[in-house]
């Protein structure tokens, strides 16, 4: 049994990482968020319980979330591992999960806050179409959108003042994570700042 945990700042590219995960290893991804929207929509017991939190703007509390995984490991697909996208955030929810499953390896994303406020104030795109761009990586061609009617939109929340905040938090959270891991000889740093087929490929190569 495979069990992965991959984390890393936003904007590292665990997104892109995480389906070519996916897609290498057949594991089925578990993110948290996905599995309370699903638990919601289905009206389990775990769901309603999560629900009354959400509807109120309050955080989830970790055992709400603890028994939605263990419920998610009892399902067919996860007999042979999963891929933990975004989970675990804390040393708590680490040791929980401990009590769970065991994990094989952590996939930790790299990427110096610099570049990744830079990757994410910098990207926007088409309002008509959805077309994804970037100042400096993806810039808009001089002929415009491909769909002929360009539209800027950015994000409002991409802005460096948000961006850096929710680096600082995720540093609070995540640096006691990775010393949690690394002293189990579990923890594998991936240097994210390069292209991404050398990310995945160091990625298979930790894997193996």
């Known amino acids: 049994m495979l069990n992965i945990v991959l984390f890393g700042p936003p904007g590292a590219g665990k997104g892109t990482q995480a389906q070519r995960m996916m897609d290498a290893t057949g594991l089925p991804q578990v993110s948290t968020g996905d599995m309370l929207r699903a638990a919601v929509k289905a009206q389990t017991d775990v769901g309603l319980e999560a629900k009354n939190y959400m509807d109120s703007g309050a955080l989830v509390p970790d055992q709400v979330i603890i028994d939605l ?27 929980a999960l401990a009590e769970i499953v065991d994990v094989s390896i952590v996939l930790a994303i790299d990427v110096p806050d610099e570049r990744i406020v830079e990757r994410i104030c910098g990207r926007f795109s088409c309002g008509n179409c959805g077309a994804v761009y970037h100042d400096s990586f993806n810039p808009l061609p001089e002929t415009g959108c491909t769909c002929g009617s360009f539209a800027e939109k950015r994000r409002a929340d991409d802005t460096e003042q948000t961006v850096v905040a929710r680096l600082e938090a995720y540093h609070q959270q995540t640096a006691p994570l990775a010393d949690f891991y690394r002293a189990s000889g579990l923890l594998h740093l991936i240097d994210g700042d390069r292209d991404i087929d050398l990310i995945t490929a160091d990625m298979l190569k930790a894997l193996n």
Do not use: S
């Open 69 to 95: 995984i263990k419920d998610r490991m009892q399902e067919d697909d996860a007999k042979g591992g999963v891929m933990f996208d975004g989970f675990p955030r804390t040393v708590p929810q680490a040791e």
